[in-house]
């Protein structure tokens, strides 16, 4: 009988995880606060596992390195060993990490996005009970953030005010293609926004896949496309032609809103744009009404960060970035690195607990998934929580970060 503390590889069969029950789980503990939250997030797991399978499944924890630690040991911020051991071994975790100090990679985080080609950030946005929140009714909100990772202005594509080559770019912008619209030519910087159908279609087609799979009733298109008609309004446009092409969808009362049937249930899914400064007031206003949203990079961004503040901050939002096709998949702490705060065993470690919720959910451990689920609500909502909830809630007790795994933990059963 193999010794099942060695661990084995996550596979792939015509498109389908396969997990045996011993997984290898590579693992970036991640800069500053890192050495806090990582060894917590890999206890709860661990303790959930166990208790939801009895000692039958077990996670092989293997660590790869990046960030300050990586080039600390090996003068590389992103070893080729790190991308890939990702690669092949599918499913990894990571905390926080730092940006590097002078040129090259401008962020670590999106380098490891675009070199493994993760081109959907997948980040759901809900209310744990007991959680402070700004807003009057936090437990409204309920959605899955689907965000296009690989295009827009964050593709990196950009020249410096003053250089050689920003002036070649704005020479060719006026002379080649009669571009008179820059105010001031002489002192701009210049980035380019690529949106391509290709990469609208495979981030739409993964949130319909999962309105599909979870029973959700709605799917919206977030855009800018009314100013930006060539970059955002294709990705309405081919947004909606996807909805049409792949799943049946027909327009409802003329279009452009489409509907179809959930193969799965027979329920009705709505296909619907919102134009992006519209969708910040109506997820205060109007959450309800959303259930899975797909966007671009840049506005995906600012929605989700928007909505992790209405349920209680970054500190407890998860995230992952997925490649549906090739099934890498890296799930991460939302927030940054708080230096300030390392060592302390102070942070609270939500984020990356939860992001590790989502981990196992997405390999089919979903009754160790639900024990984490269930640890969380109940942690915070006897009022045991870490020094950024504790100063908002009344009559609650300040626990350090790893007491606030533990308390995960007792909750769990």
């Known amino acids: ?18 997990v045996p029950k011993n997984p290898v789980i590579h693992y970036i503990e991640g800069d500053g606060i890192g050495i806090d939250i990582s060894p917590v997030m890999i206890e709860v797991v661990n303790s959930a596992v166990d208790t939801a399978y009895g000692g039958n499944r077990e996670i092989r924890w293997v660590e790869v390195l990046a960030g300050q630690k990586a080039f600390d040991l090996t003068g590389e911020w992103l070893p080729e060993e790190t991308k890939n051991a990702m690669k092949q071994g599918l499913i990894s975790i990571k905390g926080p990490l730092t940006t590097p100090v002078g040129g090259g990679i401008r962020s670590l985080n999106v380098a490891l996005r675009q070199q493994l080609d993760l081109f959907a950030c997948v980040r759901p946005v809900r209310w744990y009970e007991g959680t402070p929140s700004p807003v009057r009714d936090p437990g409204a909100v309920d959605m899955v953030i689907f965000r296009e990772n690989s295009e827009d202005v964050y593709a990196g594509i950009e020249w410096e005010e003053g250089s050689n080559d920003v002036r070649k770019v704005i020479d060719f ?11 001031f030519p002489d002192t701009s910087g210049i980035g ?5 159908r290709e990469g609208t279609e495979r981030i739409v087609r ?11 009733q709605s799917v919206t298109l977030v855009h800018k496309g009314n ?8 990705f309405r446009d081919w947004g909606y032609e996807l909805a049409k092409k792949e799943f049946g969808a027909t327009e409802l009362d003329g279009g452009p809103w489409c509907t179809f049937k959930n193969p799965n249930t027979g329920t009705t899914i709505t296909v619907k744009d919102v134009i992006a400064d519209a ?5 205060l206003t109007r959450p309800r009404e959303y259930e ?7 506005n995906g961004d600012y929605i989700s960060d928007a909505l992790a503040a209405q349920v209680g901050g970054i500190g407890i939002a998860p995230g992952a970035n997925i490649n549906y096709d090739t099934g890498v998949a890296i799930f991460e702490a939302t927030h940054g690195t708080a230096p300030k705060y390392t060592g302390q065993d102070k942070v609270n470690p939500g984020s990356l607990i939860l992001s590790a919720e989502m981990m196992l959910r997405h390999i089919g451990w979903d009754e160790a998934a639900d024990l984490i689920v269930r640890g969380m609500e109940g942690a915070i909502s006897a009022g045991t929580v870490t020094y950024d909830f504790e100063r908002l809630m009344e009559d609650a007790t300040l626990l350090s970060c790893s007491e606030f795994g533990n308390a995960i933990v007792s909750h769990m059963a």
């Open 1 to 18: 009988m193999r010794n099942m503390s060695e661990g084995e590889m996550i596979t792939t069969s015509e498109g389908n995880l396969e």
């Open 173 to 183: 912008l006026k002379n080649e293609m009669g571009v008179d619209k820059i105010r």
């Open 192 to 196: 380019i926004k690529p949106v391509s």
């Open 206 to 216: 993964a949130a319909i896949k999962y309105c599909i799979d979870n029973d959700k």
């Open 227 to 234: 100013i930006m008609k060539f970059t955002e309004g294709g």
């Open 279 to 283: 969708m910040l007031q109506q997820v």
């Open 292 to 298: 899975v949203i797909a966007t671009m990079n840049l």
